[in-house]
C-alpha cells in the first residue's frame, strides 16, 4: 500500500502561509513548503507582493510593477485545471453534469441555510410552512418604506443641486408641499418608534414617504 | 313615469344649454388666427409647452393637426415635426424681453397622445390622452381617453372622463373625479379631494393633510383604499351599499352615521363591517384625521 501523495495547498492555505512568513509562523503548512517547491516557490512570491504593498511609500504612489504580478495571480486563479481523460468524448460529454449536480448541491445548501435563518429570525411558521400574514404585510411594508427613503434622499440631493434651476413658484410649491409631508413623516415615525407593530402606522409611513418621493420626482419637470 | 319626465327635461335643457355653447367655444377658437394646420397619423405624439397663457385641446375624428390662437409676440410660436410627431408651444422670453403669451387651442385626432406642460395657465382638454403638467394652472378633463396622467403642483384638477386608468397628483390644489374610470390612483398633499366614483374598480386615493370626500355607492367587486395623514375621509353613501368597510385611525375618530349597522369587530379606533352582499373592499386608514360614514 503506497501512501497518497500529498496535495497541494489550497489558495488560502498558501496566502495564510505567505502573511505567517512574514510573522515567521511555523505549522504543517510551514512542514509541507519544505518539501514542495512549486508550493514553497508560490507562497514566496505571495509574500513578496503582499511585502510590497505593505511597504511605506514616500510619494504616497503605488509601486508600478504590484499590479502586473496581482492581475497575473486573479487570471490564474480563474483557470480551473481539470484531470487528464485522455480525450475521451464520453469523459467530456459527463463533465457538465457533474457541474450541474454540484450546482444542485450548492442550490440545495443555499435553500437550507436561507431556510435555517428564517426560521431563527423567527419568520417562518412551521406548522404552516408559510410565513404568517401579519408579519409579512408589516416586513414588506418596512422594506417599502425603506425603499421609498432611500429614494427621497436621492431625488433630495439632486433639489439641492438643481434648485437654482427652478422656476421660483415652483420651488416654493415643492417647498411648502415637502414640509407638509415631512412634518407628517416626523409624526409617524415617532408613533411608530412607541408602536412599531402597527400595520396601519406602517402604511401611513409608507405612503408619507411615496408623496415625498412624488413630490420629488416633479423636480425634473418643473425646471 | 314622473322620472322619465325629469330626466327628458334635463336632456332638452343639456341641449340648448351645453350644445349650442360647446358650438361657441369651437367657432370662437376657429376664428382666431390659424397659426399651424397639418397632416397627423391617427396615433401621432403631440407635445406642447405654453409658459403663460391657456392650452385648448379637443379631440376629432379627422387625420390633421389645427392650432389656433394668439401669441404675443408672434414670433415666440413653434411648431415642428412631421406626421407622426409634433411639438409645438410658446418659446419663453429672454430676460432682458417682456414675457410672451400665448392662449392656443388645437385640434388633433383622437387617439393622438399629448405632453402638456404649462406654468400658469389653464389646460382644459376633451377627448384627449396623454400627460398633463401644470405648476399654477388648473387642469379640466372630460369626455374620453385611452389613459391619462395630471400632475398639478397648485392648481385645481377636474377630471370627468372615461377611461380604462388615471393617475393625478395635486399638491395645494383641489382634485375633483366623475366619470366613468375603472383604475384610478389620485393624491394630493393638501388639497380637498373629492370623488363620485361608482365606476371605479381599484382605486387608491390618498392625502397628507386634505380632507378626502367619497360619494356614490362603491361598485359591486371594487377594491378602494384611501389613507389619510390629518385630512378627514367622508363617505355619503346610499342605504342600499354593500361591501366591507375597514376604518382604521391611530388617534382621530371614526363617526357612524348608520344607525342600523353594527360593526363585526370593533377595537380601538378600527371599525370593521359589512353590508349586504358581497359589494365593494373598501379599507380606510388615517393617522389623526376622523372617518366619517354617513348615508346619503
Known sequence: ?223 | MRNGIAAARLLVAWLIVVLPGRGAIGQAAQQEPLLTARHMSANASVKVFNPAGAVRLVGWNRDSLEVHGRVSPRKRYYASGDSNGVKLGVEEAGTSESPAHGDITIRLPRLARVAVKTVNGDIDATDVAGWFYTIAGAVRLDGTASSIEVESMRGDVELRVAAPWLRARAGAGRVLLRGATPDVDVSTISGALEVAGSAIMRGQFTSVSGDIAFAGAPAAGAILDFSNHSGAVDFVWPRSVAGTFALSTVTGTIVNGFTALRPVSQAERSVKFSIGRGGADVTVRTFKGTIRVRPE
Open chain 1, 1 to 223: 500500500m503506497t501512501t497518497p501523495p500529498d496535495p497541494h495547498l489550497t489558495e488560502a492555505q498558501r496566502q495564510d502561509a505567505a502573511e505567517r512568513a512574514l510573522a515567521s509562523g511555523d505549522t504543517a503548512i510551514q512542514r509541507h513548503l519544505e518539501r514542495c517547491e512549486s508550493c514553497a516557490a508560490d507562497v514566496a512570491r505571495l509574500a513578496s507582493l503582499i511585502a510590497g504593498a505593505r511597504a511605506p511609500r514616500a510619494d504616497g504612489e503605488v509601486p508600478a510593477d504590484l499590479w502586473p504580478a496581482i492581475q497575473d495571480r486573479i487570471e490564474r486563479s480563474k483557470v480551473v485545471a481539470l484531470p487528464d481523460t485522455g480525450g475521451s468524448p464520453a469523459v467530456r460529454a459527463s463533465r457538465p453534469l457533474r457541474t450541474r449536480r454540484a450546482v444542485l448541491w450548492i442550490g440545495a445548501a443555499a435553500a437550507l441555510a436561507f431556510f435555517v435563518l428564517l426560521r431563527l429570525a423567527g419568520r417562518v411558521d412551521l406548522t404552516s410552512g408559510r410565513r404568517t400574514a401579519p408579519e409579512l404585510a408589516i416586513t414588506s411594508l418596512v422594506d417599502s418604506s425603506h425603499a421609498y427613503q432611500e429614494q427621497a434622499r436621492i431625488l433630495f440631493n439632486r433639489l439641492s443641486l438643481e434648485r437654482s434651476l427652478l422656476r421660483p413658484g415652483a420651488l416654493a410649491a415643492i417647498e411648502h408641499d415637502l414640509h407638509i409631508v415631512d412634518a407628517a413623516i416626523a409624526e409617524l415615525d415617532a408613533a411608530v418608534a412607541t408602536d412599531p407593530n402597527n400595520p396601519v402606522l406602517r402604511r401611513l409611513l409608507a405612503s408619507s414617504y411615496r408623496e415625498k418621493v412624488d413630490i420629488l420626482k416633479r423636480i425634473g419637470n418643473a425646471e
